[in-house]
């Protein structure tokens, strides 16, 4: 359908009307038309012309002019004024070609590279299913042969740091013994954040051993501020650049990307610098290798909306696959190759879900599998949230709740770490209360004994009052009488 319409005035007897046509986004078909305007009204007859004796239409794909205006008008036996009128509607049409002809040649060049561009970006994207499906058949051998072997590498998990003992020695790691989950925090929505950096309190791993479920795994360290886009000049956000920039990022030598030993694709390498914040001696020999159990499609996924981002002329979202499992997995992809900052909106949405909601226990399987290390912070938003529901007998299900934790050890011995630092934590606050009740209590004895001892100064002060007093009455008592006794005798 056409977008665009505009009407031009050209001179007292013409209109120039373009309409664009689009389809698919792009400009593929406009007209000009130009058109006689009807004379304003006088006393002499004029002649009664048909429409088509009315307009002259431009083809601007052939460049003609339908100009026998002039000769339909003497086939019709029409009087001179009307092939004067006749010669100037064909000479303003002509002069009107002439003057739009830079603007339709610059349409048409404008059309001709949006065309090639169109063509160059579905041959791209044929290329890129052609490699996402090899890279689902290799995923499809690797889980069959992984099946067949017992190993379990979607559910890995890394050892993390070692904490020497238990209690509170290993659980609050941010400085802050306050439980950010405690009370009705728990129910409030914080901001999104980055992937791994929400959990100032990580579920304790020194407990987490491998006869827990939890093997080492290679995974890059969080950056520690939290939502920070990178600062570095030399990592640029793709947003902020301009076309042309990004276009010249695709140039030169390209990084191979490795799940394990398995090859996943390529990116261009100034691409991947330009806008990955991970070092460079993840990939000095050109390669960089991310974890076995790390699945191929997401990273094809990315690597595919990276090289589609640089060539259009406005970058889109990364978009969501509106399932946690695909869209946790883009996330954790996204953070292993540096770009999480694209990611932000689907971390964000999924955060305030499983901070204000219960999931279901497939979603809760599905992200026990997609943890890395007992510090990824979905998993420990799933393992704090669920201990705080658990803890105050807010599970809708318990006896099905308690039946599925013990089918997921992982899960299991997550939240019985967390309920012990949130027991330390509730211990110490109750400590921390009967030391203030026993303040309290000790200053209120203090100021007691100093409003009794008070009490007791001015009621001596009273009493003493009340006796000079009395004395003074006394005394005036005996003075009066001594004169009554001496007037009566004199």
């Given amino acids: 359908m056409p977008i665009v319409k505009q009407t031009i005035r050209f001179g007292q007897a013409i209109d120039l009307e373009i309409t664009e046509y689009v389809v698919d986004g792009y400009m593929v078909k406009y007209t000009t038309t130009a058109t006689w305007l009807p004379e304003p009204p006088c006393t002499t007859p004029s002649p009664v012309l048909s429409d088509s004796d009315k307009s002259v239409s431009i083809d601007s794909s052939s460049g003609k002019e339908n100009s026998g205006y002039e000769e339909r008008l003497r086939t019709r036996g029409l009087p001179a004024t009307s092939l004067v009128k006749g010669k100037i509607a064909t000479d303003l049409a002509v002069e009107l070609k002439r003057e739009i002809k830079p603007a339709i040649d610059s349409w048409e060049k404008h059309y001709q590279e949006q065309e090639k561009m169109a063509t160059q970006w579905k041959a791209e994207h044929a290329r890129l299913e052609v490699e996402q499906e090899n ?28 904490r020497e003992g238990e209690g509170e020695k290993g659980h609050h790691t941010s400085g802050s013994d306050q439980d950010p989950l405690d009370g009705a925090s728990a129910n409030e929505r914080q901001p999104p954040v980055a992937e791994d950096y929400s959990p100032h309190h990580p579920a304790p791993s020194s407990a987490l051993s491998e006869a827990d479920g939890f093997t080492a795994t290679q995974v890059p360290k969080a950056n520690p501020v939290a939502n920070d886009i990178p600062t570095d000049p030399n990592h640029a956000d793709l947003r902020d650049i301009s076309l042309e920039a990004r276009k010249s990022l695709l140039k030169g030598p390209s990084l191979k990307i490795f799940t394990g030993n398995d090859y996943v694709c390529s990116i261009p390498l100034l691409l991947f610098k330009a806008v990955s914040i991970t070092p460079p001696e993840a990939f000095s020999n050109r390669e960089l290798h991310l974890p076995a159990c ?35 997995s883009i996330c954790r992809a996204a953070k292993l190759l540096g770009v999480e900052v694209y990611t932000k909106k689907i971390i964000g949405r999924y955060w305030a879900y499983l901070k204000n909601s219960i999931p279901t226990y497939e979603e809760m399987s599905e992200i026990e599998s997609l943890a890395l290390s ?35 050890p992982k899960l299991s011995k997550a939240m019985e770490m967390e309920q012990v630092r949130l027991d330390g934590i509730r211990q110490k606050k109750q400590a921390e209360y009967e030391k203030r009740r026993r303040r309290r209590g000790m200053h209120e004895a203090e100021r007691r004994g100093e409003w009794e001892e008070r009490a007791r100064r001015e009621a001596q002060k009273q009493a003493e ?19 009554r006794e001496g007037r009566e005798a004199g």
């Avoid at 699945?295 to 399932?323: D, H």
């Avoid at 007992?374 to 809708?396: E, G, H, N, Q, Y």
């Avoid at 009340?466 to 001594?482: G, I, P, T, V």
């Fill in 374 to 408: 007992p510090d990824d912070s979905f998993f420990a938003l799933l393992v704090k949230r669920m201990t705080w529901l658990r803890s105050r007998d807010m599970i809708p299900d318990p006896e099905p709740f308690a039946e599925y934790i013990t089918q997921h």
């Fill in 465 to 483: 009052g009340e006796a000079q007093q009395a004395e003074k009455r006394k005394s005036w008592l005996e003075k009066e009488n001594k004169n």
């Fill in 294 to 328: 790390i699945s191929g499609r997401p990273v094809l996924y990315i690597q595919s909306w990276l090289k589609a981002a640089s060539t259009l002329p406005v970058v889109p979202e990364l978009s969501a696959k509106n399932n946690l499992l695909a869209d946790l």
């Fill in 135 to 162: 890279v689902e058949k290799k995923e499809e051998e690797r889980s069959e042969s992984s099946s067949v072997s017992g190993v379990d590498c979607g559910a890995t998990f890394s050892d993390g740091m070692e």
